[in-house]
C-alpha cells in the first residue's frame, strides 16, 4: 500500500483518469456561487471540480477532491480504508522478536517506521515564486466566501505547521483562516488543539506560522487527523503516503514546509494581537458566533508557477468533511483497540457532526463493562469531547443505524442502561449550557442479565442453519421474485435493517 500521487497536480491528473474530476470553464463567483454549486455536487456524492476561471483570481480551485470513499481509497492507494488501519496496527502491535524469521520481519517494519520521518531537500516547487513583505497579497487568490452570513472569506483546506517552543516536535494541523485584509487572516485554534498550545506555550507570545496550501491528498488529510500532540503529523502522513514528506526551509521564518505545496503563506501570531473572528457558516449545520481569535500576519506567500488553489465547503452535513472524518474514524480505530480491545468496532454518524455521537461495539465480559467503555471514550484524545456514547455488543453492525436503533429501543431501561455526566464538549457546539463542557450521554445497549440487576435475559430469535440450507437450496424452485436471494437472510430476520441484530 501506498499513495500513488507525490503533489496535488499528480492527484488531479489521478482523478481525471480515473473520470473523478470534472473541469468548470465557465466563470464562477467565489463569493458563495462556487459554495452552491460544490454543495450540490457533494451532496448527490459527485466528481472533484476544478474551477477554472474564478472571478477576481487567476489560479485555478479545486473542490471536493476528498468528497466520496472512492476518492478517499484513491488518496490512500487502497481498496477500503480498513486497509490503511490494517497496516497501522501491523506497526502498533509489534511484538518484541521470537526467532529470526520474526527478527526479520519487525526490522522491516521499524525500518518503514525509520523511512517515514520527513526529509529536508533544499529546493521545493512550493518557492518558484517568492512574494514578500509589500508584494503579500491575498486578493490574488480565489478565497471562498462559503455562506450568506459569513462576513469575509475563508481559507478552508490549508495544514498550518506550528512548533513546540520547549520539545521541538512540529504541529500541523488544518484550521480555518478568515480572511482579514492583504496580509492578514485569523487562526481559528480552538481551544483542545495542539497548535493553540503551541501558540501558549511559546515564551515571547510569538510563533512562527506557515500555512500550506494544495498538498498530495495524504498530506492534506493528515493535517486534519486527531493525533496526540507528541507525534508528528507529517511523521504519520510519510508512513501512510509509503515515502517521507519533503520539506524545505520557509523565507522569512525559522519553519519548513512541504516542498510539493501549491502556495505557502509564511507569518506570525501572536498571543497579544487578538480580533473578533467569525461568525462561520461551520461544519455544525450551524453559524458559529464570532469570538476572539489570534490574528495571522503573513510576512511571506510563496507558490508555484500557476498555482492551484485547493479549497472545502463544511455545512449542514452531509458536506466534503465527512469522508475525511471517515477516515479517521477507520484509521484510529487500532490505535484505540491498543488502550480499549474490547472494542470490536466504532461508528460516529456523520450526521452527529463527529463529535455529538458515537457508537461503539464491545466484547462484553463483566458487569458494567459497557460503562467501563463509556469512560474510556470520554477519556480518549479528542474523542472525549464526544457528547453521547451508545454501546452494543459485538454482534451488531454499528454502521447500521437501523440495527443499532433496534438495539437501543429493545434493550435499555432509561433508568438502569442511561448515564448523565458531564465533561469537556466541543469548542463549537451551540447546545450545551456553557461554552466548551456540559452533559454527556451514555446509553448502554448491550445485552444484560441479573449481574446487572436486569432479569432473566431473552433469547434473541434465529434460524436454524438446517432450514437456512433448506431454503436456500431450494430457493430457484419457489420462483419468488425478490432480492432475498440465497446467503441472504443469514439469521432468518426479514428486513435489511435487522439482518445482522440478532448474529451470535
Ligand atoms: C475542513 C476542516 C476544517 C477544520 N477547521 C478547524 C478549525 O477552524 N479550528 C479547529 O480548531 N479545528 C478545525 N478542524 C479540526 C482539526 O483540523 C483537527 O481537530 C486536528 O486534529 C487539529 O490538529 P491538532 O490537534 O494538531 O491541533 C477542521 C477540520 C477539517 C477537516
Ligand atoms: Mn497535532
Not at 489521478?14 to 462556487?34: C, H, N, Q, T, Y
Not at 467569525?278 to 458559529?288: A, E, M, Q, W
Amino acid at each position: 500500500m501506498a499513495s500513488p500521487v507525490s503533489d496535488l497536480r499528480e492527484w488531479i491528473a489521478l482523478l481525471e483518469k480515473e473520470g473523478e474530476l470534472v473541469r468548470v470553464a465557465s466563470e464562477v463567483d467565489p463569493d458563495l456561487e462556487i459554495t452552491e454549486i460544490t454543495d450540490r455536487v457533494v451532496k448527490a456524492g459527485g466528481p472533484a471540480l476544478l474551477f477554472e476561471r474564478v472571478k477576481g483570481s487567476t489560479h485555478p480551485l479545486l473542490i471536493n477532491q476528498f468528497g466520496t470513499e472512492r476518492r478517499m481509497c484513491l488518496a490512500f492507494g487502497v481498496d477500503s480504508l480498513d486497509d490503511v488501519a490494517h497496516r497501522l496496527e501491523s506497526i502498533l502491535e509489534l511484538q518484541p522478536p521470537q526467532g529470526l524469521v520474526d527478527k526479520v520481519r519487525s526490522l522491516g517494519k521499524l525500518k518503514s517506521i525509520a523511512d517515514s520521518m520527513p526529509k529536508e531537500v533544499s529546493k521545493g516547487a512550493c518557492q518558484e515564486i517568492v512574494l514578500e513583505g509589500d508584494e503579500v497579497d491575498l486578493d490574488a487568490l480565489p478565497i471562498m466566501r462559503c455562506w450568506p452570513g459569513d462576513p469575509a472569506p475563508f481559507v478552508t483546506l490549508p495544514a498550518v505547521i506550528t512548533r513546540d517552543a520547549n520539545t521541538g516536535v512540529r504541529n500541523v494541523g488544518m484550521y480555518r483562516m478568515q480572511k482579514i485584509d492583504r496580509r492578514s487572516t485569523f487562526m481559528h485554534w480552538q481551544i483542545h488543539k495542539d497548535g493553540r498550545a503551541d501558540l501558549l506555550a511559546s515564551p515571547d507570545g510569538t510563533i512562527p506560522v506557515a500555512a500550506a496550501l494544495g498538498l498530495d491528498p495524504v498530506t492534506a488529510y493528515s493535517a486534519s487527523a486527531p493525533l496526540p500532540k507528541h507525534i508528528g503529523e507529517l511523521m504519520v502522513a510519510g508512513f501512510l503516503k509509503g515515502s517521507p514528506v519533503e520539506l524545505v526551509e520557509c523565507k522569512t521564518i525559522d519553519l519548513q514546509v512541504p516542498a510539493n505545496a501549491e502556495i505557502v503563506l509564511e507569518g506570525t501570531v501572536s498571543r497579544e494581537d487578538v480580533g473578533l473572528e467569525g461568525p462561520f457558516g461551520d461544519h455544525t449545520g450551524y453559524y458559529t458566533p464570532a469570538e476572539p481569535f489570534p490574528v495571522f500576519r503573513i510576512s511571506a506567500i510563496t507558490m508555484r508557477r500557476d498555482a492551484i488553489y485547493p479549497s472545502i465547503v463544511v455545512g449542514v452535513p452531509p458536506a466534503e468533511d465527512q469522508w475525511l472524518a471517515k477516515a479517521t474514524e477507520r484509521i484510529f480505530l487500532p490505535a484505540i483497540r491498543m488502550t480499549v480491545p474490547e472494542i470490536v468496532d466504532y461508528d460516529l454518524p456523520t450526521a452527529g457532526a463527529f463529535h455529538n455521537c458515537v457508537i461503539v461495539s464491545i466484547r462484553k465480559r463483566f458487569p458494567g463493562h459497557a460503562k467501563k467503555v463509556m469512560y474510556a471514550v470520554w477519556g480518549l484524545g479528542l474523542l472525549s469531547l464526544s457528547k453521547s456514547v451508545v454501546v452494543v455488543d459485538e454482534s451488531v453492525d454499528v454502521h447500521d443505524y437501523g440495527q443499532v436503533f433496534f438495539q437501543v429501543c429493545a434493550n435499555v431501561d432509561p433508568k438502569r442502561d442511561v448515564v448523565l455526566t458531564e465533561g469537556p464538549l466541543d469548542q463549537l457546539d451551540h447546545a450545551p449550557t456553557l461554552q466548551a463542557y456540559g452533559g454527556k450521554l451514555g446509553i448502554d445497549a448491550t445485552t444484560k442479565g441479573p449481574a446487572e440487576g436486569a432479569r432473566e435475559w431473552p433469547e434473541p430469535i434465529v434460524m436454524s442453519e438446517e432450514i437456512r440450507a433448506l431454503v436456500d437450496s431450494r430457493w430457484a424452485e419457489y420462483s419468488i421474485p425478490t432480492p432475498a436471494a440465497p446467503g441472504i437472510g443469514k439469521n432468518g430476520a426479514g428486513s435489511h435493517g435487522l439482518r445482522q441484530s440478532a448474529r451470535r
